[in-house]
């Protein structure tokens, strides 16, 4: 079983909607959790952190569920320039960060 | 701060041959690692070392080598290049507590590696 499993998508929405992407692990004593975003060609840079009480960052609200052993990810409001790829990452406690196969968002005028 | 440098940016191998990718952080960050993504894939960790002097395999170190000699380089190594290491690799940086506490994760901007 994958350390850390995601939706690739590719979701494809309008601006001004809402969207939501999930992303399940598999290790029950994981320890951080992440959201990275991935533009085509460029590097993956950190979009936010996910603690467990949940936390938004203006459109953008991370949510995790350790019963579950799942992260989500909302964004409201989609503007043009959120289309990129969503990585999800999860670092367990041996050090070692897992990325998701990432969901591919495309935000359509 | 220029943060994780990677070079070259782009390079063509032929089967067979070595080479050295080069990563190097300015940020003072104690950990380091290495990453290949192939297309459709998420990332994979190759190498990752916890400060100078040592180093530890990830999910796929076959085929490659790291040394670790000062805080600041992390060179990848590549003996044989085989076409299945055609990939987009990255190199980053972190500065870790080791208890959980995990700040400033940086990228390099990444090396696209075809082995023809």
Known sequence: RKEVEQ????????????????????????????????DCRK????????????NEDGRFTAQLNRASQYISLLIR??????????????KNTGNQFYFGTGTSLTVIP | ??????????????????????CTQDMNHNYMYWY????GMGLKLIYYSVGAGITDKGEVPNGYNVSR??????PLRLELAAPSQTSVYFCASSY???IGGDYGYTFGSGTRLTVV
């Open chain 1, 7 to 38: 939706d690739p998508g590719p979701f494809n929405v309008p601006e001004g909607a809402t969207v939501a992407f999930n992303c399940t692990y598999s290790n029950s004593a994981s320890q951080s959790f992440f959201w990275y975003r991935q």
């Open chain 1, 43 to 54: 590097e993956p840079k950190l979009l936010m952190s996910v603690y467990s009480s949940g």
């Open chain 1, 77 to 90: 409001d989609s503007k043009l320039s959120d289309s990129a790829t969503y990585l999800c990452v999860v």
């Open chain 2, 1 to 22: 701060n220029a943060g994780v440098t990677q070079t070259p940016k782009f390079r063509i191998l032929k089967i067979g041959q070595s080479m050295t990718l080069q």
């Open chain 2, 36 to 39: 290949r993504q192939d297309p």
């Open chain 2, 69 to 74: 000699s000062t805080t600041e380089d992390f």
């Open chain 2, 96 to 98: 870790s507590t080791g």
